[in-house]
C-alpha cells in the first residue's frame, strides 16, 4: 500500500474514534448529566428528617453541628448552633441546586451560614457553600468535598440521615449565652472567668466562637488572685444541646485542687456592673456544672492573670492592620486611608537599643513614596497594673529611620487615643505570642504578636 493510502487510512480511523461519544453509551450525555442531577436530588430530598453533618470548617477548628432538610421546591431549611448575628443562623431557609460541572455539586445559592463562614477572616478561614459530591456510602450517608478550599487534600463532608432527635443536639441554648457574654466587651477574643463554687480556684480563658476554639491560660486562687499560676492549655471545642463540650478533655491539679473538664453547662443567667468607664457596662455571668458535677461560674471579666505575662514573653510585638478591630470590626481600611502608606503597628517594651538605652514605643510603620520606611512611635513610660497597663505618652511621636512625607501621620493620634482612653487599656493573653489589648470604654481593640 503507496504512504499516502496509510494517510488516509489512518485520518478515517482516528476521525471514526472522535465521533460523538454518545454512540458509546444508551443516552445522550445531557441526558446522562440530568438524570445523575435528578438522582442526587432524590437522595437529598428522601430523608424525613434530614441531614445531620458535623461541620469543621477547617481542620484545626472546632465544629459546627448543622440540620438540613432539602426541599423538592429547591429550598433547604438550615439549622445551625452557630449564634452570630443575633441567631440568624439558628433557623434559615434558603435555595439550593445540584449541577454538573466536571462532576456533580450541591450549591447554596442564597446567602447562608456557609456563606457566612465563608467570608470570615477575608475569605480564609477555609468554610464553604458549594461542594462536590463524593459517593454514597453502604450506611447511605453522602459524602461531599470541598470545591475550593484551600487546604490540599479538600476537607470531606458527611452527610449522615438525621434521627428524629436530631434538633436537641444542635447547641442553640449555650450559643446564645457565650454571644451574650461575649458581646459584653466588644472584644475580639471573649475573655473569661470560670471560678468553682466549692473549691478556691478560678480558671482564665479566652475563646474564638468563630474557630471554635478555647484557651486555658492561667489559674489563680479565688480568695488571692495574686497566687497564680500558668496553665497554657487549648482544645477545640463543639457545642452540644445546653452545653459546651471540650474535644481534649482539661485534666490539671492546681493550688492542690484537682480540676477535669469534659464538658461544661451552663443554667442560671445572672448579670453585674464593670465600672471602669463613664457609662457602667454590663457584664453577664451563669450558674452551671462541668461534667465532674462540680458547680462553676462562667462570667465575663477584664481581669486576665496572665495578661501581663507579655512584659516577660517579648520585648518586640506587631500587629497587622488587620488585626486592628473597631468594635469587633476589622479597621484596616480606615487606617489606610487615614494614614499613607502605613503597614502595621509595632509595640516595643522594654527594647534594648544599645549603649543601655530601652525604648518603651507604640506607633505604625509607614512605607514612604521613595520607599524608604518610617518608624513613627509615640514613646511611654509604662505602669502595669495586673493586665491593665496605663502608658503615660510622651506628648509628640518620634520618627525613627527615615522621615517621613506623609502629612496626616498626627492621624495616629487617633487610633493611640482610642487605645488608651481614660487609661482604661487591658492586656489579655489570646495564646502563646498573642495578645489583645482592649479598651472597653472606646470598644477597640489591637492584636499585637510576638515577632521575636
Known amino acids: 500500500m503507496r504512504p499516502?493510502?496509510?494517510?488516509?487510512?489512518?485520518?478515517?480511523?482516528?476521525?471514526?474514534?472522535?465521533?460523538?461519544?454518545d454512540e458509546l453509551f444508551d443516552t445522550p450525555a445531557d441526558a446522562r448529566a440530568a438524570e445523575a442531577i435528578a438522582q442526587?436530588?432524590?437522595?437529598?430530598?428522601?430523608?424525613?428528617?434530614?441531614?445531620?453533618?458535623?461541620?469543621?470548617?477547617?481542620?484545626?477548628?472546632?465544629?459546627?453541628?448543622?440540620?438540613?432538610?432539602?426541599?423538592?421546591?429547591?429550598?433547604?431549611?438550615?439549622?445551625?448552633?452557630?449564634?452570630?448575628e443575633d441567631g440568624r443562623y439558628f433557623r434559615d431557609t434558603v435555595t439550593w441546586r445540584v449541577d454538573n460541572s466536571l462532576g456533580l455539586e450541591l450549591i447554596f445559592e442564597t446567602y447562608s451560614m456557609f456563606s457566612y463562614l465563608f467570608e470570615q477572616e477575608q475569605a480564609t478561614f477555609g468554610a464553604e457553600y458549594e461542594f462536590n459530591?463524593?459517593?454514597?456510602?453502604?450506611?447511605?450517608?453522602?459524602?461531599?468535598?470541598?470545591?475550593?478550599?484551600?487546604?490540599?487534600?479538600?476537607?470531606?463532608?458527611?452527610?449522615?440521615?438525621?434521627?428524629?432527635?436530631?434538633?436537641?443536639?444542635?447547641?442553640?441554648?449555650?450559643?446564645?449565652?457565650?454571644?451574650?457574654?461575649?458581646?459584653?466587651?466588644?472584644?475580639?477574643?471573649?475573655?473569661?472567668?470560670?471560678?468553682?463554687?466549692?473549691?478556691?480556684?478560678?480558671?482564665?480563658?479566652?475563646?474564638?466562637?468563630?474557630?471554635?476554639?478555647?484557651?486555658?491560660?492561667?489559674?489563680?486562687?479565688?480568695?488571692?488572685?495574686?497566687?497564680?499560676?500558668?496553665?497554657?492549655?487549648?482544645?477545640?471545642?463543639?457545642?452540644?444541646?445546653?452545653?459546651?463540650?471540650?474535644?481534649?478533655?482539661f485534666n490539671r491539679t492546681l493550688f492542690g485542687n484537682a480540676a477535669t473538664i469534659r464538658s461544661i453547662r451552663l443554667l442560671d443567667e445572672g448579670q453585674s456592673t464593670l465600672g471602669a468607664c463613664a457609662e457602667p457596662l454590663t457584664s453577664h455571668n451563669y450558674t452551671g456544672t462541668t461534667s465532674s458535677n462540680e458547680s462553676i461560674t462562667l462570667e465575663s471579666t477584664l481581669l486576665d492573670?496572665?495578661?501581663?505575662?507579655?512584659?516577660?514573653?517579648?520585648?518586640?510585638?506587631?500587629?497587622p492592620l488587620e488585626y486592628v478591630f473597631e468594635g469587633g470590626f476589622s479597621a484596616v481600611n480606615r487606617i489606610t486611608n487615614d494614614i499613607t502608606g502605613a503597614l502595621e503597628m509595632h509595640l516595643y517594651y522594654n527594647f534594648e537599643l544599645g549603649g543601655g538605652d530601652k525604648l518603651f514605643g507604640i506607633g505604625f510603620v509607614i512605607r514612604n513614596p521613595d520607599n524608604t520606611i518610617t518608624f513613627a512611635l509615640r514613646e511611654f513610660t509604662p505602669v502595669l497594673n495586673d493586665n491593665q497597663i496605663i502608658f503615660n505618652f510622651e506628648p509628640d511621636i518620634s520618627i525613627f529611620n527615615a522621615p517621613t512625607s506623609a502629612t496626616n501621620v498626627a492621624n495616629i493620634y487617633t487610633y493611640l487615643d482610642a487605645l488608651t482612653e481614660g487609661d482604661q487599656t487591658y492586656v489579655f493573653r489570646i495564646n502563646t505570642g498573642i495578645f489583645e489589648f482592649h479598651n472597653p470604654c472606646t470598644g477597640w481593640s489591637f492584636v499585637f504578636i510576638d515577632a521575636n
Open 133 to 249: 459530591y463524593v459517593n454514597k456510602t453502604p450506611d447511605n450517608a453522602l459524602v461531599f468535598q470541598s470545591k475550593s478550599d484551600l487546604s490540599r487534600p479538600r476537607d470531606i463532608i458527611v452527610f449522615v440521615p438525621a434521627p428524629p432527635t436530631a434538633e436537641t443536639l444542635l447547641g442553640t441554648p449555650i450559643a446564645q449565652q457565650l454571644e451574650r457574654m461575649g458581646g459584653d466587651l466588644n472584644k475580639v477574643f471573649p475573655s473569661f472567668r470560670l471560678s468553682y463554687t466549692d473549691k478556691d480556684l478560678a480558671l482564665y480563658l479566652t475563646m474564638n466562637q468563630l474557630h471554635r476554639t478555647v484557651t486555658f491560660n492561667a489559674a489563680s486562687l479565688k480568695s488571692n488572685t495574686a497566687t497564680r499560676q500558668s496553665v497554657n492549655f487549648s482544645t477545640t471545642y463543639y457545642l452540644k444541646g445546653d452545653s459546651l463540650v471540650l474535644e481534649t478533655p
Open 305 to 319: 492573670v496572665s495578661g501581663n505575662t507579655f512584659a516577660q514573653e517579648s520585648d518586640f510585638y506587631f500587629s
Open 4 to 21: 499516502l493510502a496509510y494517510i488516509v487510512l489512518f485520518t478515517a480511523i482516528i476521525l471514526a474514534s472522535c465521533g460523538d461519544d
Open 40 to 84: 442526587l436530588r432524590q437522595e437529598l430530598t428522601a430523608p424525613e428528617n434530614g441531614w445531620l453533618i458535623e461541620y469543621r470548617p477547617e481542620r484545626s477548628s472546632g465544629m459546627y453541628y448543622v440540620l438540613l432538610r432539602f426541599r423538592d421546591d429547591g429550598q433547604v431549611i438550615i439549622q445551625s448552633d452557630l449564634g452570630a
